[in-house]
DNA sequence: AGATCACTTTAGTAAAAACTAAAATAAAAA
DNA sequence: TTTTTATTTTAGTTTTTACTAAAGTGATCT
């Protein structure tokens, strides 16, 4: 991937993006965050967003912090800021994940089970 | 799909959405303007941006002709016209679409070959 | 009525995307 | 130096999406 624009498409992208929209996170803090996914699925994401331009990575000892880049969109960043700031918009944005989740989860870290 | 911010994830879409962001056009026009993909693809496309809010179709005898509707993306619709009022991006979407088609393409309007 | 035109819908395929589990890396603590 | 903590990377699977081909619908023309 590399357009800015395709990279908002996913909500779990936009959700991550959001979170890092006025400060500095770490990938830790955004795992916990959103809960229901693995730690290395959000890594992805945010190797997604880091590639498109949209966040910019910083080490801070053994963690990661992850601050958003909102010149990356242009005037786009600013229509989306202004519509983050709306805090109806967020719980639709809470009610889409909810619903778009592909069965119970329950809280997954890191792995388990064996596969391979 | 229901959220306007993912439609507008393909670039297909945003293609399609800049065409009759100026006035509307029919579903046939849209698909001869493209060139590359069957006009099945594109109502199926049509109808996505339409679930999404984003265009209004009205029929006019057998054609239906397809506007875009701006304020279902709030600020960023805005925002999109203005980087689409810009020449070097409406390169740049040429490009992407050049590069993303998957294999070689001789502009296929309905049907010929035989499958099922 | 039948033919044709403009378009939509359905069925099936193929490619891309998102995810899990597990192994790998790298800094810091013990 | 071993262990722990934080995170990334890889491999494989599942889900979703974009597409083609072909059949279906309905308005217009003859």
């Given at each position: 991937m ?6 908002l498409?996913?909500?779990r ?5 959001r ?9 830790g ?16 994401q ?21 601050r958003a880049?909102?010149?990356a ?20 944005i809470?009610?889409?994940?909810e ?6 989860r329950?809280r ?9």
């Amino acid at each position: 991937m590399v357009d800015p624009i395709a990279a908002l498409a996913a909500p779990r992208r936009r959700e991550i993006l959001r979170l890092v929209w006025r400060e500095e996170r770490a990938a830790g803090e955004i795992h916990r965050e959103l809960g229901d996914v693995t730690f290395g699925a959000v890594s992805q994401q945010l190797r997604q967003l880091e590639h498109a331009g949209l966040v910019a990575v910083r080490a801070d000892g053994r963690r990661r912090l992850y601050r958003a880049r909102p010149e990356a969109l242009g005037p786009v960043g600013e229509a989306l800021a202004a519509i983050w700031d709306d805090a109806l918009y967020r719980l639709k944005i809470r009610a889409e994940l909810e619903s778009s989740r592909r069965g119970p989860r329950r809280r997954p870290t890191s792995a388990k089970g064996r596969r391979r």
